[in-house]
C-alpha cells in the first residue's frame, strides 16, 4: 500500500469515527434530556402522592372523628395507630423481599457502595 493509499484510508476511518462520535453525542443528550424529564416527572409525582397521603390521612380523621364521636385527640391516635400497623406490615414484607440470596457481583457492589457512602475503606 502507497504512502497516498495509506493516507486516503487513515483520513476515509477518521471520517467515519467522527460521524459515529458525532452520532453517539447526539443520542446521549437525548438520552440526558429523556432522564431529568422523567425525573422532574417522578419528583412531581411524588409530590402531588404525598399531598393526597395527607389529605386522605386528614379526611379519615374526620371520618373517625365524626363517625366514633371522639375528640380530636382520639381521633388522631387512632390514625396514627393505623398508620403505624400499616408501616410495620410494609417493613415486614419490605424486609422479607430485600432478603437474600444475592449474587456475587450485587453483594460485592452493596459492599462497596455502603463503604463508600459510609467512608470506611
Do not use: C
Request: hydrophobic share 55%.
Amino acid at each position: 500500500m502507497t504512502g497516498s493509499n495509506f493516507a486516503r484510508v487513515t483520513a476515509l476511518i477518521s471520517s467515519v469515527m467522527d460521524l459515529h462520535v458525532r452520532i453517539a453525542l447526539q443520542e446521549a443528550d437525548k438520552e440526558k434530556r429523556r432522564l431529568v424529564g422523567g425525573g422532574v416527572m417522578l419528583g412531581m409525582g411524588l409530590t402531588l402522592m404525598t399531598l393526597a397521603l395527607v389529605a386522605a390521612e386528614l379526611v379519615l380523621l374526620l371520618w373517625i372523628r365524626e363517625a366514633f364521636a371522639l375528640s380530636w385527640l382520639q381521633a388522631a391516635a387512632a390514625v396514627a395507630a393505623i398508620d403505624v400497623v400499616l408501616a410495620g406490615v410494609s417493613l415486614r414484607i419490605g424486609g422479607q423481599m430485600l432478603k437474600g440470596p444475592y449474587l456475587p457481583e450485587t453483594t460485592a457492589g452493596l459492599i462497596r457502595t455502603t463503604r463508600a457512602l459510609t467512608g470506611k475503606s
